[in-house]
């Protein structure tokens, strides 16, 4: 199995960005699917995105596609969320997420093996 850290959460102004990571230690990281959520407060977890093995395959759903971007780096087990032009509304705890398939329909169930603890990020006007 595989733990998942999350760090980089943090408050920022509407407009700005923030990077979350996502360390992961156990099995071999690159062996691993990668994919991020949110849940902001009274709201269901919502998908963010995926990354497959290698970085070459990644899936946004619309509302964050050209606004965060999602990379990975294997030789460092880490996972990253870039998030740039932040909206009050994209305030949430946001997960990573681990799974053994790229299978887009499960990942927007929030369908993955491990999970991480989240991180709060804050967007203030």
């Known amino acids: 199995q595989v733990q998942l850290v999350e760090s980089g959460g943090g408050l920022v102004q509407a407009g700005g960005s923030l990077r979350l990571s996502c360390a992961a230690s156990?099995?071999?990281?690159?062996?691993?699917?990668m994919g991020w959520f949110r849940q902001a407060p009274g709201k269901e977890r919502e998908f963010v995105g995926v990354i497959g093995r290698s970085g070459t395959m990644i899936y946004y759903p619309d509302s964050v596609k050209g606004r965060f971007t999602i990379s990975r780096d294997n030789a460092k087990n880490t996972g990253y969320l870039q998030m740039n032009s932040l909206k009050p509304e994209d305030t949430a705890v946001y997960y990573c997420?681990?799974?053994?398939?790229?299978?887009?329909?499960?990942?927007?169930?929030?369908?993955?093996?491990?999970w991480g603890q989240g991180t709060q990020v804050t967007v203030s006007l």
């Open positions: 997420a681990a799974s053994t398939t790229y299978i887009i329909g499960s990942w927007t169930k929030g369908v993955a093996d491990y």
């Open positions: 156990g099995r071999t990281f690159s062996t691993y699917v």
